[in-house]
């Protein structure tokens, strides 16, 4: 069983940025561009509002708000609808995915409203179907923050009408609420095979790239780490140099005063011997510090290659592996072509069939040479447009101009001539034959 998926995010100003991903007036790099045309507006905009930008300042502006909106203030809620990867792909798979859209926005509009909701859009040209809805945080009532001073005593005055309309994002995202979004969904979405996730969970999923991005700014530590070791020990290496200089110098020093006198000598042995011990200590401390630098550098440099080494390892198993996989895939796909020929060219259709909007349980059905009725909206990439039938019957038909082809057709012709008849129909519904007939046809002047 997977996992119901809902996420909520405050939107600034007038998210522009976010209207552009949904409204794919941009086109993202994750996103398939030939199933675009399959992602769907599951909210109508009221009359002369065109996109979802102005939804959300139509929405404040007819809410009855006395209080003026503030620059700063939140005016859109971002709400992630979806479920795991695996489940929502066999809900496509099975025709499921209308009822499931049908739900979130049932779902949707008994828990906000059914006019805050004013945008929701069904995304199929991403890896896992999901819908992007949009909620304006209306509400009515007293501030839970002015019920709180109440009850501490400290407010000084009561509204007039408490029931004032109010643009309010924290009302709507309180903690408590937030959990009990979580639970109604969960509860909504379990007809689907979608269950809550673990609630209070601390555990965060971490991506592949992510964990490869951690990996190189380790090894980027290490390596900081091990040039500066390296600096303390160049550091070290110099001073350990300055420090054999001065007791050479301080020896000659001794020897010079022993060849004056006696009593001098004696002095300068006890003084100069003092010193040369100090020296000679501060000598073997240096040493031992660059044995322990030295150590640590070595330690720094093997753990870094054991890291490189384990990186080339997983790299070379997941190359290995995938090699396997592909050439599993051939060595298949050779035995498809050699014991299943019509496979190859029912694969074009196949693939038409997805183009044009069918699903994948009825694309299976076709391939496989049975008539298939249905109803519903067909795509037509040459005239960009969708052709709705109430009742037609697809089928997989011998192409008599193209031997040994296959050709898709629908009611019995072609399916490109019955877009043109569709499209020829839609034209005469809209007058347009009409209008070039009468511009065409001869003017009748006076006779002479």
Request: charged residues 30%; proline residues 2%; glycine residues 6%.
């Amino acid at each position: 069983m997977g996992y119901a998926v809902l996420h909520l995010e405050k939107a600034k100003g007038a998210d522009g940025a976010m209207s552009t991903h949904i409204e794919r007036t941009v086109h993202p790099k994750n996103a398939d561009s030939t199933r675009t045309h399959l992602n769907r507006e599951l909210v109508q905009f009221p009359e002369g509002v065109k996109n979802r930008t102005e939804a959300i300042a139509h929405r404040i502006e007819t809410a009855g708000i006395r209080r003026k909106v503030g620059t700063n203030q939140v005016k859109a809620i971002r709400v992630l609808l979806t479920g795991s990867n695996k489940d929502m792909k066999q809900m496509e798979a099975d025709g499921r995915l209308d009822g499931w859209c049908s739900d979130n926005l049932k779902w949707l509009r008994e828990t906000y409203g059914e006019l805050n909701l004013v945008s929701a859009v069904l995304h199929m040209d991403e890896k896992t179907p999901h819908i992007h809805a949009t909620v304006v945080p209306i509400v009515t009532g007293e501030r839970r923050k002015a019920r709180q001073e109440e009850r501490n005593g400290k407010k000084k005055y009561r509204k007039k009408n408490p029931q004032d309309v109010r643009l309010c994002t924290d009302d709507v995202m309180a903690r408590h609420k937030l959990k009990h979004y979580q639970d109604t969904y969960a509860q909504a979405m379990s007809k689907y095979g979608l269950q809550r996730g673990v609630d209070g969970s601390l555990a965060r999923h971490v991506s592949t790239s992510q964990y490869y991005k951690e990996l190189v700014e380790r090894q980027d530590s290490l390596q900081e780490n091990i040039e500066n070791l390296l600096q303390l020990e160049e550091e070290a290496q110099k001073k350990l140099k300055q420090v054999k200089g001065e007791i050479n110098t301080q020896k000659m020093k001794n020897a010079a005063v022993n060849a004056t006198t006696a009593i001098a000598d004696g002095v300068s042995s006890l003084l100069g011997g003092s010193k040369v011990k100090r020296l000679e200590a501060e000598n073997e401390s240096l040493r031992q510090d660059i044995v322990k630098l030295q150590k640590r550098v070595q330690a720094e440099q093997r753990e870094q290659k054991n890291m490189e080494n384990r990186h080339n390892s997983e790299i070379i198993k997941i190359d290995r592996s995938y090699q396997q996989k592909i050439a599993g895939y051939d060595n298949r796909l050779k035995q498809i072509d050699t014991y299943f020929p019509i496979v190859t060219e029912l694969l074009p259709i196949a693939e038409q069939c997805r183009e044009v909007g069918f699903t994948e349980e009825l694309t299976r059905r076709i391939v496989s040479l049975q008539p298939v009725g249905f109803k519903g909206r067909l795509y037509s990439k040459e005239h960009n447009e969708r052709f709705r039938t109430e009742h037609s019957t697809a089928t997989v038909e011998r192409n008599p101009q193209e031997n040994g082809k296959f050709q898709l057709c629908i009611d019995g012709m072609p399916i490109l001539e019955w877009f043109r008849m569709k499209f020829q129909e839609l034209k005469e519904k809209l007058g347009v034959s009409r209008t070039q007939k009468e511009e065409n046809r001869p003017r009748k002047g006076l006779k002479i």
